[in-house]
């Protein structure tokens, strides 16, 4: 029997484990915000022992988990070393989004539909924690002979930046691989995405009664003023249009805003958030500097009120580093191979914790389970869902990938 027969007979005939796995995390809330993802890592890491796993639990202190907005945070690493050679990281994360309104089926019951599982994170990406697992554990069992290493990364903090997941198990010395690939959303293989840029906008004027609201300085017109000019250079944005394959235009979008005393009140105060995203044709500095003057400029129309601007992240864009190259075309054949079809390597206009890795001179790619798009997934939306031969069918490709970078000479 071949490799490639024995990894997929093992695959196939653990597909409804690896299915019990995924729908035993998905029913273990992991929402970020309030990020209380202790339990959720307690019961990962019991899955995984159950799979024959050593785990190792690296819990973030709890200073730099308030000040990065989380209530609590365990880092998972899992190494299993096959012989001398490199180290190949797998990471995924499993902490989530609030599953919000508009849901047909429980957000936390992994309930079967027409071959679906639905719940949140299902799709992103608790999938690749099961995904990325049974790859290995497949390897591990079929007594491939590779050099090298293979770890799992599973980490809590994606939702929030990644500062206290990947970066810290990279920044602290936990783990140094040499190559890493992280969890995936469709068919293809991606090698670069945008990056973030979340900005607070704080507009402060003065209070006055609403009978006399010429005592006051109104916080809400000028922000107002703000938002339109804002507004205006979002339409300017499509011009811009990224030169990678999946990437697209830059996007603009104010996604909270609070402010305002009470009804018969001047508001003395307005804030809000805005997210920008940076597609990596831009210098994320540039963008800053850009928006940061545009904001202030508009402020500096209205007497009497002063506006302060705060970086909340800056996420740097993935850009494909020369490491990446072989594991992209690896991961494409065997792709092509288990699905049928031709699959490609393209960028995509999220932000993602593989440049973390990225930053630490680490090549990266993003591969796992998930339907032919993200919107076919409904992320980050109601009734998230993930088509369950295509979580035994990533599970496959990663398990060949693996063996194919790790196979010896």
Not at 59 to 77: F, R
Not at 83 to 88: A, E, M, Q, R, S
Not at 317 to 344: D, H, N, Q, W, Y
Request: net charge negative; proline share 5%.
């Amino acid at each position: 029997m071949t490799i490639e027969s024995a990894i997929h007979d093992y695959i196939a005939t653990h597909a409804a484990a690896e299915q019990e796995f995924l729908a035993a995390l998905v029913r273990v809330p992991s929402d970020n915000p309030p990020g209380d993802c202790a339990a959720h890592a307690e019961a990962a890491a019991g899955l995984l022992e159950m799979l024959g796993f050593a785990v190792e639990w690296h819990v973030v202190p709890d200073a730099l988990v308030k000040a990065h907005g989380m209530i609590s945070a365990v880092n998972l690493v899992v190494r299993h070393r096959f012989g001398p050679g490199p180290v190949i990281a797998l990471n995924a994360h499993g902490d989530v989004v609030p599953p919000g309104e508009g849901w047909t089926a429980g957000p936390y019951g992994a309930e079967l539909r027409d071959g679906w599982m639905y719940g949140r994170g299902v799709a992103v990406s608790k999938s690749d924690f099961c995904s990325y697992a049974f790859a290995l554990a497949a390897l591990r069992d079929c007594g491939a002979k590779l050099a090298g290493t293979v770890e799992l990364h599973f980490t809590y903090d994606e939702e929030t930046g990644g500062e206290i997941g990947p970066a810290w198990l990279l920044s602290e010395g936990i783990s140094k691989p040499d190559l890493a690939i992280g969890a995936g959303f469709s068919y293809a293989v991606v090698n670069a995405h945008n990056g973030c840029l979340h900005l607070e906008v704080t507009v402060n004027g003065k209070s006055a009664h609403a009978a006399m609201p010429f005592t006051g300085v109104d916080a809400l017109e000028a922000a107002t003023g703000i938002l339109n000019a804002i507004y205006a250079y979002r339409k300017t944005l499509a011009e811009k249009n990224s030169a990678i394959e999946g990437i697209g235009a830059p996007q603009i979008t104010v996604g909270l805003i609070e402010g305002g005393i009470n009804t018969n009140v001047v508001p003395d105060r307005v804030k809000f958030r805005l997210d920008r995203r940076i597609i990596p044709d831009e210098s994320p500095a540039d963008v800053e500097a850009e928006l940061t003057a545009l904001v202030v400029s508009a402020g500096e129309k209205f007497t009497g009120v002063t506006v302060d601007v705060r970086r909340i992240l800056l996420a740097e864009p993935l850009t494909p580093l020369p490491g990446a190259k072989r594991m992209t075309e690896i991961l494409c054949a065997r792709a092509s191979e288990v699905f049928g079809e031709t699959i490609t390597a393209k960028g995509v206009p999220l932000y993602t914790d593989a440049r973390h890795y990225a930053a630490a001179g680490i090549p990266i790619v993003l591969y796992g389970a998930g339907p032919h798009t993200i919107e076919q997934a409904n992320a980050h939306r109601a009734d998230e869902r993930l088509e369950l031969v295509d979580l035994t069918r990533a599970t496959e490709v990663v398990a060949l990938a693996l063996h194919d970078l790790l196979t010896e000479a």
